[in-house]
């Protein structure tokens, strides 16, 4: 399965015919996106407010439309065997389809590139020898920026050609990595592509080691379901949720260049911290009692402690009349909304109505004929409201967490039988604050304050939400993100050997429990298409201490001289980094420098003194800027051509015990795409050794 090289402009020439294709389809591309923008709705919309919102689907249509030039427009093409039918093919006939990253056809509406997401362009990821799937032969392409330089064949009925691996895919994969993180649209295993169109309806698990791709499986996911699904989604809403905002800086761009503009990204504090601003920290203790599953029944009986049983009946007057509502009966009304477990506002908001309904009982009964205005008006009547203050009385869910981080027999009442004394003192306030505006809240009491929101008012539910790094999240904060799928779906992406948190799950059916998606789809991906097998092989040795019983990935690529390991003095140290790094730069790509929090700084002025620039995580790599200084503890998700790794012991001694360092390091150890370097001053961790 040769390459085959371009060569000359000749109506002969297969590239050449290939490149005409490519340079119609962008004029075809530029057609569409001209006749989006030449779009008049004067004279269709009824008013103005209806002439914006369609301006805005036009707006968000043309960006849609933007053709990227270094972004290949197809990568493949397909030729069946027999015609593939119309409705299979948006429309198309014939046998050769070529696959991209958006639907773009002539002006007759024919289709010149097929969404890689259509039913007709799956075999593309899914046919082989044993399974062609009616199809001849599958063509790659290979670009140099956006110009079509390279194509090659695989003829998957010729019992003749020999099976070997693609060397476009595999230059695609290990192609240079400057600026955010890439689609993988184009290399896209058959593995993948049955997680990517799963369906929209059950939720899927995904468990991958480094460089298997998952992160860009479950973006790849969300892309495929909006296509698939794109009504019911535009109207429920999609979000990926990441760990921290470096991470979604670096993968933002992936969604938009397949055409997708409106899937919004945020951590887990940016959803819980609508109420209080985030300004203080936890010790590593009371994190973690703060994110245990139990601390939403201790939450649930602080709330529903406000309910007061009545002792006194309610009295309204109307005109002359009154009418007496004894407390037995607003006793049962009480009792059955307790029983019910609805949400406390939603109980709240009932009770009122309730009383009122049983007003108009007794008005019916003396021969009046009242209706829905009246009961309203009675519930809003003076002694109903002073009533329901009493026995239902509204909570303001900071307030509630407030007070039982404040107040130690509040929580111990609540907390009986549920937390030891220990965890309460872990979680009680040494100086408690004043109020909700004062109190220096750490993330952690966010999601706390999120729980006791859902238990006054329904969290508002989205059709579907990615998860990534999901193996660093608290049950509670599984919690916070179930709730805002509760009626939607979900994809959780993470590696349990990465578990770099006080609370990080051990095992993803707890995870799925916490999030609310027991009957979730577990998958595991082990084959590794991003770490070259000596790397993953060196950081694997990790697996057996931080993760027992983890399938260790087993790497695709071959990358011979990828890893070296370096022992120096240690007032060497630092020089000798700066030296790997500036070996390092001399290769095509993006530069990570990764090392221990407390050792950045030092580092940071050495590479200063040596006159080296250099970026922050989430800073976007450039040509003219490709080295980034990394604290270990934001290493997680992102990827570099080169990695040089600064003491592997500190970044295992920066860490609250062994196993989490241990974790942090393994994460280290599997950010290198091309080649890592390893440099120690002192002894290696005895895995490694």
Same mark, same amino acid.
């Given at each position: ?5 371009? *060569?000359?402009?000749? &109506? ?20 569409? =996106? ?13 008013? !103005? ?124 994969? *290990?192609?240079?990595?400057? @600026? ?20 929209? @309806? ?22 495929? %379901? ?127 109505? =309730? ?36 026995? !239902? ?26 937390? &030891? *004394? ?18 220096? !809240? ?39 993100? @179930? ?24 095992? !993803? ?20 298409? =991003? ?86 995580? @989430? ?14 503890? %934001? ?23 062994? =196993? ?30």
């Amino acid at each position: 399965m040769p390459a085959h090289e371009f *060569e000359s402009d000749t &109506t002969t020439d297969p590239l050449a015919h290939e490149r005409a294709h490519l340079a119609a389809s962008r004029a075809a591309l530029r057609a569409m =996106r001209e006749d989006a923008q030449a779009l008049d709705i004067r004279d269709v919309t009824a008013n !103005w407010v209806n002439a914006a919102v369609l301006q805005a689907q036009i707006d968000e249509r043309i960006k849609s439309l933007a053709d990227l030039a270094h972004t290949p427009l197809f990568f493949g093409r397909l030729d069946y065997l027999h015609v593939v039918g119309a409705e299979e093919a948006e429309g198309a006939e014939g046998e050769e389809f070529y696959i991209g990253r958006r639907h773009v056809h002539d002006a007759q509406g024919d289709p010149m590139v097929i969404d890689w997401r259509a039913p007709v362009s799956q075999p593309f990821y899914r046919a082989s020898r044993k399974d062609p799937l009616d199809v001849g032969r599958r063509r790659r392409f290979g670009y140099t920026g956006g110009d079509l330089t390279a194509y090659e064949d695989e003829h998957l009925t010729d019992p003749a050609e020999a099976e070997q691996t693609s060397k476009l895919l595999q230059a695609e994969i *290990e192609r240079p990595r400057v @600026g955010p993180m890439r689609d993988i649209v184009a290399t896209i295993q058959p593995e993948q592509d049955e997680i990517v169109r799963s369906e929209l @309806g059950g939720t899927v698990c995904v468990q991958g080691g480094p460089g298997t791709g998952k992160t860009a499986v479950g973006l790849h996911r969300v892309a495929y %379901l909006l296509y698939a699904h794109r009504e019911r989604l535009a109207r429920t809403g999609t979000l990926v949720v990441g760990p921290n905002q470096s991470f979604l800086h670096y993968i933002e761009q992936v969604l938009p260049a397949l055409g997708e503009l409106e899937v919004k990204q945020a951590t887990v504090e940016d959803l819980v911290t609508g109420q209080i601003e985030v300004r203080g920290t936890d010790e590593a203790p009371a994190a973690v009692v703060k994110g245990d599953a139990r601390m939403a029944e201790v939450l649930r009986r602080a709330l529903r402690s406000h309910v007061t049983l009545p002792t006194e009946p309610v009295m309204v007057v109307r005109g002359s009349r009154r009418w007496r509502v004894p407390a037995y009966e607003i006793e049962e009304m009480v009792q059955e909304l307790l029983a019910r477990d609805m949400r406390y506002g939603a109980a709240h908001e009932a009770l009122p109505q =309730r009383i009122a309904h049983a007003v108009l009982v007794r008005m019916e009964q003396s021969g009046e004929a009242p209706d829905d205005r009246v009961q309203n008006s009675v519930a809003r009547n003076p002694a109903v409201k002073a009533a329901v203050k009493a026995i !239902w009385p509204a909570v303001d869910p900071a307030k509630l967490v407030l007070r039982l981080l404040s107040d130690a027999e509040f929580l111990a009442e609540h907390a009986e039988g549920l937390l &030891t *004394e220990d965890e309460q003192k872990a979680i009680l306030w040494t100086k408690p604050a004043r109020s909700v505006k004062t109190a220096k !809240w750490s993330a952690a009491d966010a999601v706390l304050i999120d729980e006791a929101g859902d238990l006054v008012s329904r969290t508002h539910s989205l059709g579907h939400v990615v998860i990534d790094e999901a193996q660093d999240l608290s049950p509670m904060q599984y919690r916070a993100v @179930g709730r805002r799928c509760s009626t939607g779906s979900a994809t959780v992406l993470g590696d349990l050997a990465q578990g770099t948190t006080p609370w990080s799950t051990q095992s !993803w059916e707890q995870a799925l429990h916490h999030l609310g998606k027991a009957d979730a789809l577990v998958e595991e991906l082990t084959a590794g298409f =991003r770490v070259p097998r000596d790397v993953i092989a060196y950081a694997s040795r990790l697996l057996p201490v931080i993760s027992p019983g983890l399938t260790p990935v087993e790497s695709v690529r071959e990358s011979p001289g990828s890893l070296s390991v370096r022992e120096v003095a240690s007032d060497a140290l630092d020089a000798a980094v700066v030296a790997a790094c500036e070996e390092s730069l001399t290769h095509e790509g993006s530069i990570g420098l990764i090392a221990a929090d407390a050792r950045v700084p030092a580092l940071a002025d050495a590479l200063t003194a040596a006159g080296h620039t250099y970026l922050s995580p @989430g800073q976007e790599t450039t040509a003219e800027s490709r080295l980034t200084l990394v604290p270990a503890s %934001l290493a997680k998700g992102l990827e570099y051509d080169y990695v040089v790794l600064d003491e592997p012991a500190a970044v295992v001694d920066g860490e609250p015990d062994e =196993r989490t360092g241990l974790r942090r390091l393994y994460v280290a150890l599997t950010r290198a795409v091309s080649g890592l370097t390893v440099l120690h001053a002192t002894p290696l961790p005895e895995e490694l050794a």
